[in-house]
């Protein structure tokens, strides 16, 4: 939330720049893969010099979790997640973006790779655990609601990366998993 209204403070020009180098850098990863891609890459795709680059990202690792952070940020937002409160049917719709986050997220880089899936995990639920954590503390529960939704924020990414990895013919659908593991995580949110 923090970074949100930093970011919001921040001069236009400071953003259109920052998004022209996260719009180039999304563009070109399907095409290079994650490891192929250089700063270079970037801001001749970009049009802008490899400076102005660093006055803005250190490395292309740190543009990339900025990448995962806004992508996911996004999801949450276009399903109205951030809007709502803790509901079996709202926790099966977040269950169901992660599963369709993280295979998406995997389309664009090969799966073989740690650093790519490590960042889209330590992001993934760092965003899940703030979001359930909103949703908690408007539930008046007995137990710590950061700790409870650590706990679900985990559970959710774990079986949501374990189903995205699944290539047989028999993975149900996102909705269909997510019907199947709610009874797992469920329990950890219910007010006691």
């Given at each position: 939330m923090?970074?949100?209204?930093?970011?919001?403070?921040?001069?236009?020009?400071?953003?259109?720049?920052r998004?022209?180098?996260?719009?180039?850098?999304?563009?070109?990863?399907?095409e290079k893969?994650?490891?192929?891609?250089?700063?270079?890459?970037?801001?001749?795709?970009?049009?802008i010099?490899?400076?102005t680059?660093?006055a803005h990202?250190?490395?292309?690792?740190?543009?990339?979790d900025?990448?995962?952070?806004?992508?996911?940020?996004?999801e949450?937002?276009?399903r109205?997640?951030?809007?709502?409160?803790?509901?079996?049917?709202?926790?099966?719709?977040?269950?169901?973006?992660v599963?369709?986050?993280?295979?998406n997220a995997?389309?664009h880089c090969?799966?073989?790779?740690?650093?790519?899936?490590?960042?889209v995990e330590?992001?993934a639920?760092?965003?899940?655990?703030g979001?359930?954590?909103?949703?908690l503390e408007k539930?008046?529960?007995?137990?710590?609601p950061?700790?409870?939704?650590t706990?679900a924020s985990?559970?959710i990414?774990?079986?949501?990366l374990?189903?995205?990895?699944?290539?047989?013919?028999?993975r149900?659908?996102?909705?269909k998993?997510a019907e199947?593991v709610l009874?797992l995580?469920?329990?950890?949110?219910?007010?006691?």
């Amino acid at each position: 939330m923090l970074s949100t209204l930093s970011e919001e403070k921040l001069d236009p020009r400071v953003k259109r720049t920052r998004s022209l180098i996260l719009q180039s850098f999304t563009e070109i990863l399907p095409e290079k893969g994650f490891h192929a891609i250089s700063a270079q890459d970037i801001t001749d795709k970009a049009g802008i010099n490899r400076a102005t680059f660093y006055a803005h990202f250190t490395d292309k690792y740190q543009l990339l979790d900025r990448s995962i952070q806004l992508l996911f940020r996004e999801e949450i937002e276009k399903r109205m997640l951030d809007a709502c409160h803790y509901s079996d049917e709202n926790l099966k719709a977040l269950i169901i973006m992660v599963c369709e986050f993280i295979s998406n997220a995997n389309a664009h880089c090969a799966p073989s790779d740690p650093q790519f899936e490590s960042l889209v995990e330590a992001q993934a639920k760092k965003q899940l655990q703030g979001l359930l954590q909103v949703w908690l503390e408007k539930e008046g529960l007995t137990v710590n609601p950061k700790t409870a939704a650590t706990a679900a924020s985990w559970a959710i990414y774990g079986l949501a990366l374990q189903w995205s990895h699944d290539k047989s013919r028999e993975r149900p659908s996102a909705e269909k998993f997510a019907e199947q593991v709610l009874p797992l995580i469920a329990p950890t949110l219910k007010t006691i």
